[in-house]
């Protein structure tokens, strides 16, 4: 393995997410957090592991106040930088989410692109329980990822290949159980040919988990959906939403 150094690897991560998850899907999804929800400005949303902040930025940019938490520091000074380049209502916030508590009430909660699924249960029920506690009576959370059993299962592939920015990226993962979990170990290979390796692990939860690990901690799920507001989960979808409500 070479020398590519954190600078480098974060740089790749945001290029690679940007080159995933195109400027069009963001824009769906602020909108449909605008309207399912009735966001306004003055309202208060929650970006967990806010990534390089393309909902917080979105939503800050209609005059939502976001709060936005992750544990990079590039990435949370990336969102400071142009939250005060534009004026916009976003604190950003470098913290791990496992023991964050947010200090101001909150209507909306969002934990996107599969980020909840790096946690196994006892820490899931951690993080679902400190969210709660900031809600409003009667706000929402919003769990967007991809490691649903139902997802996993019918579509599951041991190795992927892509090619991204001319940054080549190959994840070889193995399917576990005891708990369900996918162990990934993934390799870059930049334009140059040095390389770097990473390994990751995504915690499987079927659908009625993470029914009971929100029931457990305070929420009811309200509507899940495999295209937010448009179509409602079926197997194999190769995304979900899940909503709920804080009881």
Same mark, same amino acid.
């Given at each position: 393995?070479?020398?590519?150094?954190?600078?480098?690897?974060?740089?790749?991560?945001?290029?690679?997410?940007?080159?995933?998850?195109?400027?069009?899907?963001?824009?769906?999804?602020?909108?449909?957090?605008?309207?399912?929800?009735?966001?306004?400005?003055?309202?208060?949303?929650?970006?967990?592991?806010?990534?390089?902040?393309?909902?917080?930025?979105?939503?800050?940019?209609?005059?939502?106040?976001?709060?936005?938490?992750?544990?990079?520091?590039?990435?949370?000074?990336?969102?400071?930088?142009?939250?005060?380049?534009?004026?916009?209502?976003?604190?950003?916030?470098?913290?791990?989410?496992?023991?964050?508590?947010?200090?101001?009430?909150?209507?909306?909660?969002?934990?996107?692109?599969?980020?909840?699924?790096?946690?196994?249960?006892?820490?899931?029920?951690?993080?679902?329980?400190?969210?709660?506690?900031?809600?409003?009576?009667?706000?929402?959370?919003?769990?967007?990822?991809?490691? !649903?059993? &139902?997802?996993?299962?019918?579509? +599951?592939? %041991? =190795?992927?290949? @892509?090619?991204?920015?001319? #940054?080549?990226? !190959?994840? &070889?993962?193995?399917?576990?159980? +005891?708990? %369900? =979990?996918?162990? @990934?170990?993934?390799?870059? #290979?930049?334009?140059?040919?040095?390389?770097?390796?990473?390994?990751?692990?995504?915690?499987?939860? @079927?659908?009625?988990?993470?029914?009971?690990?929100?029931?457990?901690?305070?929420?009811?799920?309200?509507?899940?959906?495999?295209?937010?507001?448009?179509?409602?989960?079926?197997?194999?979808?190769?995304?979900?939403?899940?909503?709920?409500?804080?009881?």
């Amino acid at each position: 393995m070479s020398n590519i150094n954190d600078t480098f690897f974060d740089g790749y991560y945001k290029d690679i997410w940007k080159a995933i998850i195109p400027e069009e899907l963001t824009n769906r999804e602020s909108d449909f957090l605008i309207n399912y929800f009735n966001l306004k400005a003055g309202n208060r949303v929650l970006d967990l592991m806010c990534g390089y902040g393309r909902h917080a930025l979105a939503l800050g940019r209609k005059g939502i106040a976001i709060t936005a938490v992750d544990n990079l520091a590039a990435y949370i000074s990336e969102i400071d930088l142009l939250a005060q380049k534009e004026n916009l209502p976003i604190k950003a916030i470098q913290q791990g989410v496992l023991h964050f508590v947010c200090d101001e009430d909150i209507d909306l909660a969002i934990c996107m692109g599969n980020s909840l699924n790096f946690f196994n249960a006892a820490d899931t029920l951690s993080i679902l329980s400190n969210t709660c506690k900031s809600l409003k009576p009667g706000g929402h959370l919003l769990i967007n990822g991809w490691s !649903l059993a &139902e997802i996993v299962y019918k579509n +599951f592939s %041991s =190795r992927t290949w @892509s090619e991204i920015n001319g #940054i080549k990226f !190959l994840t &070889e993962s193995r399917l576990l159980f +005891f708990p %369900s =979990r996918l162990e @990934s170990d993934s390799t870059t #290979i930049a334009a140059d040919g040095s390389m770097e390796q990473k390994a990751g692990v995504d915690f499987i939860y @079927s659908l009625n988990e993470m029914e009971n690990l929100l029931l457990a901690t305070g929420y009811k799920i309200e509507e899940v959906f495999s295209i937010p507001g448009k179509k409602k989960f079926t197997l194999g979808d190769p995304r979900v939403y899940i909503i709920a409500k804080k009881l």
